[in-house]
């Protein structure tokens, strides 16, 4: 693993942008000032060094604190290459997933809420865990919110702010 002189000599954060800048030229096709690292399939940045490839947001939360992150570095606004510092947030893998954005087979348009064709209910969930079959789908949303934030806290989101943690 680099070393944080190691970092600070080879590459610059920008805290306000979250880019990332090659201060010496690591190959012959990169050049001084340079953006560095390329952006994944999956949306995240990642930044090769020597032989070892890094995501970006672990890298800043080393260049920031001096200490590689416990476990997972999170993104606050979801936006997986959005690397400013106050966007970034060491989570859980749990409280990294509470803050994912609606999943691509979600039919009723709200995080945790789902219809159940067998009960003819709306179907309420948080972390997996089953919370309760509701007729109204307002209060299904409104307790399903209210749960999320007793056991995701600041990683909820909720579905009444479309999106904005709660």
């Known amino acids: ?21 090659w201060l010496i030229r690591p190959a012959n096709n990169l050049k001084v000032g340079q953006v560095a690292g390329t952006v994944r399939a999956d949306g995240y940045r990642q930044i090769r060094i020597g032989n070892v490839v890094y995501f970006s947001g672990r890298l800043a939360w080393f260049y ?74 307002e209060e299904a949303v409104i307790i399903r919110d209210s749960v999320a934030k007793q056991l995701q806290g600041p990683f909820a989101i909720s579905n009444l702010m479309k999106g904005e943690t709660t």
Do not use: C
Not at 1 to 20: D, F, Q, V
């Open 1 to 21: 693993m680099i070393t944080l002189a190691r970092l600070k000599e080879i590459l610059s954060y920008n805290p306000e942008t979250g880019e990332w800048r």
């Open 64 to 137: 920031m604190t001096g200490n590689w992150p416990t476990h997972e570095v999170d993104h606050i606004n979801r936006v997986r290459s959005d690397d400013y510092w106050t966007n970034l947030r060491e989570a859980t893998s749990s409280n990294n997933g509470a803050n994912r954005s609606l999943q691509s087979n979600n039919t009723s348009g709200y995080r945790g809420v789902s219809w159940d064709k067998i009960s003819g209910k709306w179907d309420v969930r948080v972390n997996r865990m089953h919370i309760g079959f509701y007729d109204d789908m």
